[in-house]
């Protein structure tokens, strides 16, 4: 029980230090995980969060019926959530504002910065919005790859106030 407990504290560390590319003060901000469920497989790295599962540090905040985070030498690499649906935020920098992505499975892939939401995706950022089969989004890049029934619907630019002229 005890090596049960050290690896459950172990994986969150690691998690911890390597969940995002959020703002970087989040990065030692402490993790919360919470499910109704937890199993591990240490033979595949995977520690699987069931029920109500919602993992957050700082900004980012993933929630789904099912999470999977996989390592790889006691490193996060991939983060999975499964869910009717799985939803994932995060604010990568103050200046981009928040994005959010949902869909039946999101997959976070940390090292590449890249999210892939696929069964009625929807990635949203600052008012505009992107719904399709699948969505590849780069974070660190701002690119974004949308196939299967694409539908993008683009905000204009905030217009700035009129200001009175002086008389």
């Not at 196939?147 to 002086?166: D, K, L, S």
């Amino acid at each position: 029980m005890k090596r049960i407990l050290n690896t459950v504290i172990a994986g969150a560390l690691c998690l911890a230090a390597t969940t995002s590319q959020a703002l970087p003060e989040d990065r030692s901000l402490p993790i919360d995980i919470f499910s109704e469920d937890y199993t591990q497989d240490v033979a595949r790295g995977v520690m699987s969060y069931v029920g109500n599962a919602r993992i957050s540090q700082g900004s980012l905040l993933i929630q789904a019926d099912r999470i999977d985070v996989t390592f790889v030498d006691r490193v996060a690499v991939k983060i999975v959530a499964l869910g009717a649906p799985a939803s994932l935020t995060d604010t990568p920098e103050l200046e981009r504002g928040q994005l959010e992505a949902q869909g039946n499975r999101v997959e976070y892939l940390i090292e590449a910065d890249q999210v892939t939401v696929e069964g009625d995706a929807r990635f949203a950022h600052e008012g505009s919005e992107v719904t399709a089969n699948q969505i590849v989004f780069d974070l660190s890049e701002a690119a974004a790859v949308a196939t299967g029934g694409v539908r993008h619907v683009i905000q204009p630019p905030a217009v700035p106030e009129n200001t009175q002229e002086e008389q």
